[in-house]
């Protein structure tokens, strides 16, 4: 990306910014560092990433630097703002793995199409703290507004499959499943997805689409498990999947990606309190690691339904990744992108540039009482990362 100079009377407004103005740091690539951020309408931002220098104007501030090397430091400065934990003063492009690019696939998850009230938990007093946001008057729905800024991004990038995992509708209702298959059905036959707990809510089969099956994108197989207990927000993964999981892998010699719905426990350190688990139950996830760790070429798990970005890696596992990618539907207004290569994969998690879907995304950052973006932005490392085979 060109870099763009600085008038004086720009560096005078930079000194008359508004606080917060607080960029972050979204994304790191092996050849590129994407900084976001929202301020008032006229402010102007002046990024330093190295030598590019790139100025963008208010309210929306998305910026790609592109022509980067990779696995090196860059020195990083947006403005005047001090860093802080989401802008480092320096960042380090990922590594590019070796061989060609074979495959890039993308995912969402958490795009609840029919929901119209965000930031409810189901629990009375916390619900009542608030805030919880609603589309104004004359506005279209946000989950509309949501996932069509992230299908044109998927579509820009033009991946070989796209994968959504779960939560495709608020209830579970024929209607919403419809406007979830509108929506991302124009990918066509590289569009495939399983149901998550709010999609079993009235009906157990809707959108299990005979899970578990395989995709093959180019050489790299994707494995999409069904990891829903219908009428509850826990997670399950039966004997048979992962009997098939384990045949799939053996009888497959290239890499092979899993989606599900559900996160796996923390095997390694998690307690376990004799409740239902938020995710995949704690003997399950025991034995989904376990076929992970018996086959070399099972290379990460990724999820969704905690609306949050984060990985757990095992010890036993060979460290492999176990993601999860926070939800489309709020802020960051998140989905992810994989790309294969012949000697791995770089994942890296996108936020949606679109304005209204950007400015919905930060509007809903201050839920849980202004607690949900530590929440649910995650680490950098729980964001982009290289796996090597």
């Known amino acids: 990306m060109a870099s763009l100079g600085t008038s004086g009377a720009a560096r005078a407004r930079l000194t008359m910014l508004p606080r917060p103005v607080e960029p972050e740091l979204v994304a790191v690539g092996p050849d590129e560092v994407v900084v976001t951020a929202a301020s008032g309408p006229d402010d102007v931002l002046v990024t330093r ?23 090196t430091e860059y020195p990083l400065s947006v403005a ?12 380090r492009t990922l590594p590019r793995p070796p061989g060609a690019l074979v495959a890039t696939v993308a995912t969402a998850n958490d795009v609840h ?3 119209v009230r965000c930031g409810v938990t189901g629990d009375s007093e916390q619900d009542a703290k608030g805030p919880i946001f609603t589309a104004e008057p004359g506005d279209p729905p946000y ?33 919403q499943y419809a406007e979830f298959l509108a929506a991302y059905g124009v990918f066509g036959d590289a569009m495939h997805h399983i149901r998550g707990n709010h999609d079993a809510m009235l009906d157990p089969e809707m959108a299990l689409e005979d899970a578990p099956y395989a995709v093959d994108v180019n050489g790299v197989t994707v494995a999409v498990l069904d990891t829903t207990i219908p009428s509850t927000d826990a997670g399950t993964i039966s004997a048979d999947q992962l009997e098939w999981l384990d045949d799939l892998a053996a009888s497959t010699t290239g890499p092979v990606l899993a989606f599900g719905h559900h996160p796996v426990f923390d095997v390694e350190q998690g307690i376990r309190t004799g409740r239902p688990y938020f995710g995949i139950q704690p003997d399950e996830s025991e034995q989904l690691v376990d076929v992970v760790a018996r086959h070399e070429n ?21 460290r492999v990744p176990f993601g999860e990618v926070g939800a489309t539907k ?21 936020r949606v540039s679109e304005p209204r879907a950007f400015a919905w995304a930060e509007k809903t950052r201050a839920m849980y009482e202004g607690a949900y973006r530590d929440y649910a932005l995650g680490d950098l490392h729980d964001r982009c990362y290289t796996e090597l085979y």
């Open 113 to 115: 199409f029919g929901e």
């Open 298 to 318: 099972l290379v990460g798990y990724s999820a969704g339904h905690t609306h949050r970005n984060r990985v757990r890696r095992f010890e036993r596992a060979r």
């Open 330 to 350: 709020d802020y960051p207004g998140a989905w992810a992108e994989y790309r294969c290569y012949e000697g791995g994969y770089t994942h890296v998690v996108r």
């Open 143 to 175: 989950p509309q507004v949501m996932n069509a800024a992230v299908v044109a991004e998927m579509r820009a990038l033009g991946p070989d499959a796209v994968i959504v995992k779960g939560d495709l509708t608020s209830d579970g209702t024929p209607e």
């Open 49 to 71: 990433t190295g030598d590019h220098e790139i100025e963008t104007r208010g309210p929306v501030h998305v910026v790609r630097v592109t022509g980067l090397e990779p696995d």
């Open 80 to 91: 005047d703002v001090d860093p802080h934990p989401y802008l480092p003063p320096v960042v």
